[in-house]
């Protein structure tokens, strides 16, 4: 049998989106499965997203009730008492000193 004969093996194309392991045949089923990556988990809302923080952000601001239902993965700049979002977790410890134990800016 001649090297001809043998089919070429698919080069598999790999997802890019965080902690996924998909591997698709071409563009186009790497396209249909991002799409499914990059929409929001709540049923109701359109929005789309091109990075997971950027979705997880999105629903923690948007949809906090549906997401503290489903034990949605939470972010890092979240307070963990009271589930406000904040960009950086430097943010998050202030939040908590001043709202959560009464302690304003200076004072320990």
């Known amino acids: ?3 001809a004969d043998f089919p070429k093996p ?7 989106w965080k902690g996924c392991s998909f591997r698709g045949t071409d563009q186009e089923s790497i396209r249909e499965h991002m799409a499914d990556h990059r929409k929001c988990p709540k049923h109701d ?3 789309q997203f091109d990075e997971e923080k ?3 952000r999105h629903v923690w601001t948007k949809h906090i009730n549906w997401a503290i239902s489903v034990d949605y993965p939470k972010i ?3 307070c963990d008492l009271c589930g406000k979002v904040y960009k950086r977790g430097d943010y998050v410890s202030r939040h908590k000193r001043e709202e959560h134990e009464g302690k304003k800016r200076g004072q320990k």
Not at 10 to 16: A, D, F, N, V
Request: hydrophobic share 20%; net charge positive; aromatic share 6%.
């Open 1 to 3: 049998m001649a090297a």
């Open 10 to 16: 698919r080069t598999r194309i790999r997802c890019y």
């Open 45 to 47: 809302c359109e929005s």
């Open 54 to 56: 950027e979705k997880r």
């Open 76 to 78: 890092n700049g979240q």
